[in-house]
Every structure is written in C-alpha cells, then in structure tokens.
Nanobody, 124 residues
C-alpha cells in the first residue's frame, strides 16, 4: 500500500522560508513522478510543482516559479518543496502526490496517490 506523509508545514512571516518533506513508502519511489499541490482557502486544489522520476525535469506554476524549488532524494524516498519569499497568498494546505507516470505532469489526473496534507500559513 502506497503511503505519502508530508511534514514541515507551519506558521511563517511573509518573506520567510519553509521546506516541506514528503516521505513515500509502498512502491518503487524512483520510478514515478512526484508533485506538490496546494489548496488555498476557498479555492480549488492547484499544482505548485512537479518533478519527474529521476529529478531531471521540474515544472512550476507561474505563481511559485522562482520562489519554490522541488527536489527529490530517491535514496531516501523523499520529495521536498523548498519555499522562499513566502507571501500571504501562499497560505494553503499542501499535498504531496505520486502518479503512475514517470514524467512530470501538470495535470491533477496524472496522480493517483495523495498524502493527508500539511498546513502552511503565511502572515504579514
């Protein structure tokens, strides 16, 4: 059974940084693309960043490009989201997702497995 467990969320001042982690188990982590989605208050869930199976290709939403960095450690079965220059509009529940696909994908439907989410709150 695939499990994704996020950690690293919390409360941070605007302009600050946080690093989210997602630990995966139950499948061959290094074979699949991973992604971070977020759901802001009153909004639909949206992609923040995605990374392909070997970490060579990353894609970002326009709203986070240049501020967020997705990376993965296949030896540790973990994917990370480094968030810098945080803004109040980055406040959201952040979800880790894993797909049956190897390549990075912007489509939510490409991802089958989801974590429980971690809350990030940015205050001004």
């Amino acid at each position: 059974q695939v499990q994704l467990v996020e950690s690293g969320g919390g409360l941070v001042q605007a302009g600050g940084s946080l690093r989210l982690s997602c630990a995966a188990s139950g499948r061959t982590f290094s074979s699949y693309a991973m992604a971070w989605f977020r759901q802001r208050p009153g909004k639909e869930r949206e992609l923040a960043a995605t990374i392909d199976y070997n970490g060579r290709i990353t894609l970002y939403a326009d709203s986070v490009r240049g501020r967020f960095t997705i990376s993965r450690d296949n030896a540790e079965n973990t994917v990370y989201l480094q968030m810098t220059s945080l803004k109040p509009e980055d406040t959201a529940v952040y979800y880790c997702a894993s797909g049956p696909i190897a390549g990075a994908s912007l489509r939510e439907g490409s991802y089958t497995y989801w974590g429980q989410g971690t809350q990030v709150t940015v205050v001004s």
